[in-house]
């Protein structure tokens, strides 16, 4: 039986089943969109209902950042680099060294007479959804691919577990760093269409350019990391880079990637060419490290300590648990599953 009558059959099943379960089968979509909206309010309920601002590192820059967004819009700009209602109304041009494409969301339920404050946990909570259903649909998409046996529950799980992840809930309500959370939704689009070119897949080169472009427009920095993971994934996958088709089609991607994201990149680098910014004092990096104990011992609690350290980041459980469970199952894996295995393991 090949994998898709496999499916189908899995399928028939399903729709024999009576009961709750049978309910739930019938009504998949229904009962992805409720638990979606439910992940999204484990997080975000508790912010709207106490409707304060709980003071994030990054939390006051995106919050003028947003609000000039708005004051903007009320007098018909849409497209405003300079700030002139906020940070002091000073005339800073920090709009141009930080995409705030996605930022208008917030903005824009703010113009619908939304307050300030329940504007923000909204718009993450929007986010938060439309990052469950990314993840879904991408890792539905890998596993049909990867012929897995349940792809849907597979991909259920990881759309919730992947939103639920302590760095994506520490990034959004612990910094306040609300690009670099709505950046790691654009991961799964990303390395989907990565995983789709090296093994030719035809149009793997839209997803991946997709997921780049989306990651420039959201946080450049994330774009920029990503891009290193890339490369690390290529040196990785070497055996599939023997096709001329793939390498038209990375080349394809890169320059389309390019061109698109000129509109966001040209006025940084035009601007940092015609004046001096002022770089940030970083400090010993080495000195800022997590030590692996550290590390290991805050993600087993799921905890974060503000204090702990210059930021407290730790991975939290889910990501440690997924981390060892790859370990006991390694023999069981192919070749992809225990590369990825051994290079999640280097990341961590």
Partial sequence: MDYRASLAQQQQ?????????GWLRQHRRLWLWLTFISVALVI????L???QLFGGWDQQFHVNRIEELYRAAQQDMWHNEISTF???QAGLGIQILYPYLFLYPYALLRLLGIPGISALYFGNLLYIILGCWIAYWCMLKFLQVRQARRP??????????YNLSGYLVFNEMVRFDLPEAQSIMWYPLLFLGLYLTLKRHRRGWLLTTLG?????????????LAAGMVVVVLALGWRDLRDGRTWLDLALTGLATLVISLPELL?????????????????SMAGQAISPLVAIGYGLGNVTKTGLLT???????????????TWVGFRHLDRFGRTMTILNTLLF
């Fill in 13 to 21: 099943a399903y729709v024999k089943t009576t009961g709750f379960y």
């Fill in 44 to 47: 975000e309920l508790p912010f």
């Fill in 49 to 51: 209902l106490n409707n």
């Fill in 86 to 88: 906020t940070f002091r």
């Fill in 152 to 161: 849907i529950m597979g991909a259920y799980l990881f759309a919730v577990l």
């Fill in 212 to 224: 780049a472009v989306m990651l420039v427009y959201t946080h450049v920095l994330s774009a920029a």
């Fill in 267 to 283: 006025p940084m680098l035009k601007t940092s060419q015609a004046v001096t910014i002022a770089s940030p004092k970083l400090g």
């Fill in 311 to 325: 930021h407290g980041v730790t991975v939290g459980t889910i990501i440690l648990m997924a981390l060892v469970a």
